[in-house]
């Protein structure tokens, strides 16, 4: 695969994301390029400039927050694609994408597997509101993998020719984000801790004298006022969550409003995880969160029965889409992911590991462990 400024133009049987933009020049699909953040033709070069039409949403940036309870009551005006889109789902990893209506997939992008299959779209699939654009491309991303192939010690030799083949795939994955406000009020039992002496009898029939840590326990109460901001739930079921994990933060302040121009060229997976259940666990998150930092709030050295009453207000969501590169290749018998930050550049991957390589750092030790036994007998 050619390490050019832009994925290379893919034929019919592949994943492309939905929409067009016609070249002036050639007439060929404009895509979006990462290093240059403007559309591109990947047959003739024209470039052109582009940017988001001022949204008619609230807010400086045009970055809506919707209405969580409202929209977990209603189907809302934010559902539906608006336009004719196809859905496939991989039988191996549960992914779906979505694509133009008349493009067909071959091969999942997420784990390679050829059991694509037709996937019902939902008509009222929340859409995206707003994106992290790429902003490395595939030449950035293919230095970054080889320098952390590189580092990693006790890889087998061919691990590089093996990873670095033509299985990296830019994929705009699904997110949710979620603010609250947080009102709570606690109580505990606060503990301070004090030493006194005690006085103890050695087996011998001697004597000696140490400081035991006592705790003095008093009744404490306080008041949380908290804002969650962006909390963010993966939607996603094609990326390994230990890798997600490893690659965030995503920085969501540079959020722009949703277009189409932005996905131009790259594959966009539908969301797995729906808004009912990503809110429930991102509320069962933010009451873990607060009952931590009232824990911080009680005075002294520890504490016990913590009772916390937290009162959640002004709950909004995005929904929206970050940039991530995915490797995925097989070795022997295990299939392995490494995940590139799209907007940042951080790496994280699985990878095999050398036995011949283990054993021999294992047996080079003992031979310098050996080497100075002698040395010094």
Known sequence: MSESALPPPLPDNHDITVG??????????????????????????????????????????????????????????????????REVRCQSCQAVSVFEGHRVAQRCEFCGSPAIIDHQASEDAITPGSLLPFQHDQAQVRDLLRRWYASRRFAPGSLRRAALTDTLHGIYLPYWTFDAQVDARWSAQAGHYYYVPVTVRGANGTTSTRMERRVRWVPASGRLQHFFDDLAQCASSGVHTNLLQQIEPYPFKQLRPYSSEYVRGWTVERYQLDLRSAARQAAERMQQQT?????????????????????????????????????????????????????????????PYSVWKILGAVLAVLAVLGLLWLLLR
Not at 292 to 298: G, H, M, N, P, S
Not at 322 to 348: E, I, M
Request: proline share 6%; net charge positive; glycine share 12%.
């Open 20 to 85: 067009k933009h016609p070249c002036a020049a050639c007439g060929g699909d404009m895509l979006w390029d990462a290093r240059r953040q403007l559309l591109r033709c990947p047959y003739c070069g024209q470039q052109a400039a582009w940017a988001p039409a001022a949204a008619p949403l609230p807010g400086q940036d045009g970055i809506a927050e919707l209405d969580l309870e409202q929209a977990l009551a209603s189907a809302g005006s934010q559902r539906g694609w608006g336009e004719a889109r």
């Open 291 to 351: 009952r931590q930092r009232c824990a911080a709030q009680v005075p002294g050295d520890t504490h016990r029965n913590l009772q916390m009453q937290a009162h959640y207000s002004g709950r909004t969501f995005k929904h929206v889409l970050v940039p991530v590169w995915l490797v995925t290749y097989r070795y022997g018998r295990k299939s392995y992911q490494v995940a590139v930050n799209g907007y940042t550049g951080v790496v994280a991957g699985e990878r």
